[in-house]
Each structure stands twice: as structure tokens, then as C-alpha cells.
């Protein structure tokens, strides 16, 4: 009975990991509960300007070490319940070690396929089961390169967009936007249209990059939010029509950003698009470059 209880409890563990591993890189949209609550959690210890641009990094980091220990500490658990007996000790005393250590012990050892030979089991389902944490562990090496290939070319992405958007404002392009050519108007537009439709699907297909904050602002799409803000106002105002079309395109992908940032975070507030994103840039740091306000 005893063992049946070891084993269960090992096994929810590493389900666990393995299940917020899969809704996090292999579910579009998604995000696994645990690493969202990591997310939060760090988020919320540093407020405001204290938030570095670090903190991003360093929480991935906290995920994968989490996802590690809950598999370590799962495989653990199903092996304790068979020290001794259940495996061969070569040059090892299993008495001089407390039995749950060297359950973490052969754990560690296994998932990171090391292969001492030290300590080898025995037992005909230990055998059978343990090559599925070495496995397992080539699947946790797996996921972390592929999250980081997965985040860093979105928030490319994302600073490229905050980086346009701020040269636009730099050299009186927003500013003097309704003394636009029509032809020139719809190319800023157009542009920045689609630019912020990627930066959208970006973050409701990685969850993770908003808690990404950027030191240098020229960078910070919260910042920069803005200007496009500001060029939709312009859009709407304009003489011609088809740059009015073109502005309304541009705020309907500016609700959706709007909603995907209110859904997926639960600490944004906002009853509109500029409510939200000037939210947004406040919780990051940086000063919110609001219609009207000057660029």
C-alpha cells in the first residue's frame, strides 16, 4: 500500500511538469498554469521602475529549474519505496546515505543520463521504467531550447516594431502626420498594421514576452503603443478616405490587442485600447506617449 502511494504521488509530479511543459510550448495560445503563476509572482516582487530587464530571463530560468526538480523529485519518490533491494549497488554503501537522498541521487543521475553504473535497478518494472526518465530529461532539454527559440525571435519582433514606431516620432513623421501625401499616409498605415498585427499574434501565442521588459523605452512596445495611438487618431481625421478605411483597420487590430491583453493577463485594466495600453506601459516603467501628448 505503501508503495502504491510513493509511486502515485511521483508519478501526479511529474505529470505535472510534463502537462504545464506541453500547454506551454506545444499548446498555440496557451500557457501552462504553473508557469503562468511563476510569471505573476515575479512579476508582481518587483514593481514598476525597479523591474529590470533581466527579470524576463531569469524567470524562464525559475520555470525549467521548477520543471526539473518536479520530475527529480516524482522519480524520487517512485524509486524510494524500493531502496534497497530493489537495485544493485557497485562501490556504493547504500547505508551511509539516507534512503530519500539516494532516491534523489539515482533520479538526478538518470535524467541527466550521466550513467555513473554506480547504482543500477534491479527490480523487473524499475527496469522496464526508468529509461523514461532519461527520456523525460531529454525532453525537458528539448523544451528549453525550443522556448527560447520560440521567444526571442517574437520579442525581435516586438522591439523592431517599438524601434520604427519611436524613429517615426523622432523625426516629426507622427506629428506632422495629416500633412501627409495620401500615398505616403497609407504606407505608414499599412505598415503599421501589419507590424502590430504580428506583434498581437505574437503575444497570444507566447504569453510569456509581455513580462519582458525592455531598459532602453525606444524599444518598449508599451511605450511606443502611443504613437500608433496617435497615428490612428491622425488616420481618422484625415481628408482622404481611404486613409480613414486604413485607420480603422488599424483599431480594430488595436481592440484585439487590447482583449488579448485582458484576457490572457488578469492584473491589466482598461475599459478601452487606450485605457489598457496605457496600463500596460505604466506596469512596465516607462512614460505612456498618449494621443495629443506630443511625441
Known amino acids: 500500500m505503501a508503495t502504491a502511494l510513493w509511486t502515485a504521488a511521483g508519478i501526479l509530479l511529474v505529470a505535472a511538469a ?40 531569469l524567470t524562464i530560468v525559475l520555470v525549467i529549474a521548477v ?10 519518490l517512485i524509486y524510494f519505496p524500493h531502496l534497497p533491494d530493489g537495485f544493485a549497488f557497485n562501490g556504493v554503501d547504500p547505508g551511509r546515505y539516507p534512503p530519500f537522498v539516494e532516491a534523489m541521487t539515482i533520479s538526478l ?3 541527466t543520463t550521466l550513467g555513473y553504473g554506480d547504482v543500477v535497478p534491479i527490480d523487473e518494472v524499475l527496469r522496464a521504467v526508468s529509461p523514461l526518465e532519461a527520456l523525460t530529461g531529454f525532453i525537458l532539454l528539448s523544451a528549453a531550447v525550443s522556448w527560447f527559440m520560440q521567444l526571442y525571435p517574437a520579442l525581435a519582433r516586438r522591439r523592431a516594431f517599438a524601434l520604427r514606431l519611436a524613429s517615426l516620432a523622432r523625426a516629426g513623421t507622427i506629428d506632422g502626420f495629416p500633412s501627409l501625401s495620401e500615398s505616403r499616409a497609407l504606407g505608414i498605415l499599412d505598415a503599421t ?33 502611443g504613437y500608433v495611438l496617435q497615428l490612428r487618431d491622425a488616420a481618422g481625421s484625415s481628408e482622404y478616405a481611404a486613409v480613414q478605411m486604413q485607420g480603422r483597420a488599424l483599431a480594430a487590430v488595436l481592440d484585439e490587442l487590447a482583449s488579448v491583453l485582458l484576457r490572457q493577463y488578469p492584473h491589466v485594466r482598461g475599459e478601452s485600447a487606450d ?21
Open 67 to 76: 520543471w526539473i526538480t518536479l520530475v527529480t523529485v516524482g522519480w524520487a
Open 275 to 295: 485605457d489598457v495600453l496605457g496600463h500596460v506601459a505604466t506596469n512596465h516603467g516607462h512614460r505612456f506617449e498618449a494621443p495629443d501628448s506630443g511625441a
Open 18 to 57: 510534463l502537462l504545464d511543459v506541453f500547454q506551454t510550448l506545444l499548446r498555440p495560445g496557451s500557457t501552462g498554469r504553473l508557469t503562468h503563476l511563476i510569471f505573476r509572482a515575479a512579476w508582481a516582487l518587483v514593481r514598476g521602475p525597479r523591474r529590470t530587464s533581466v527579470s524576463g530571463p
Open 193 to 225: 498594421t501589419h507590424d502590430l498585427a504580428d506583434v498581437t499574434a505574437d503575444l497570444a501565442q507566447n504569453a510569456e514576452i509581455f513580462y519582458f521588459r525592455e531598459h532602453d523605452p525606444t524599444m518598449s512596445m508599451p511605450r511606443a503603443a
Open 109 to 111: 543521475v538518470t535524467l
